[in-house]
């Protein structure tokens, strides 16, 4: 009777399913919640490239632009924190940080040494960006924030956060229907 027992494999595949199930079901949410994702990154990049087509032209009402953004997104991932903002530049090649004379050679501005003020606030401006759309012929950088809680809770095993960030960000140029405001760069003297 006990060989028999020992010799009886009828419950063997039910133990097996029991040991790999939580791994398989691992796997599969872990795998959904990528693809789910992927998608939302997909949504939030096709709703900021067309709200900048939309943005170019004059007048466009940056609000109600905004609200699609959020609305396209939140079709996706309902309770989704969504923060767009805009900078603006007088042109694409000045997309970088204000210009200064390095004076004690150490690679990074320090107060007190020379610059070049590009968008005439009279401070070192490691983005010299300006807050808002902007005007005629302007370059603005769209960039939009988007946060949302993970749906399954897979991610808290393996030690990441259940809490998603996803970013989209494009540049683009404001239709010429006016003459362009162009501060002039200013160079500031050393104190």
């Known amino acids: 009777m006990k060989q028999a027992l020992e010799q009886d494999e009828s419950g063997a595949t039910l133990v097996e399913f029991a040991i790999l199930l939580p791994v398989l079901l691992g796997l599969l949410m872990g795998l959904m919640d990528l693809c789910y994702q992927a998608y939302v990154q997909a949504v939030l990049e096709g709703a900021v490239q067309k709200a900048a087509r939309d943005a170019t032209i004059e007048a466009a009402n940056t609000t109600t632009i905004d609200d699609r953004v959020i609305a396209a997104v939140r079709q996706v991932a309902g309770k989704a924190t969504v923060t767009p903002s805009r900078l603006f530049y007088a042109s694409f090649s000045v997309i970088k940080p204000e210009d200064f004379i390095d004076g004690n050679g150490n690679g990074r501005?320090?107060?007190?040494?020379?610059?070049?003020?590009?968008?005439?606030?009279?401070?070192?401006?490691?983005?010299?960006?300006?807050?808002?759309?902007?005007?005629?012929?302007?370059?603005?950088?769209?960039?939009?924030?988007?946060?949302?809680?993970?749906?399954?809770?897979?991610?808290r095993l393996i030690g990441l956060s259940n809490n998603v960030v996803l970013t989209a960000a494009t540049r683009f140029k404001n239709q010429p229907y006016a003459t362009q405001s162009i501060p002039a760069p200013q160079q500031i003297s050393c104190q």
């Not at 005439?120 to 924030?145: E, I, L």
């Open 109 to 155: 501005y320090d107060p007190g040494e020379c610059f070049t003020d590009i968008n005439g606030n009279g401070q070192w401006d490691m983005d010299p960006g300006r807050a808002g759309q902007g005007g005629a012929s302007d370059v603005t950088v769209y960039k939009v924030r988007a946060s949302y809680t993970r749906i399954f809770p897979v991610a």
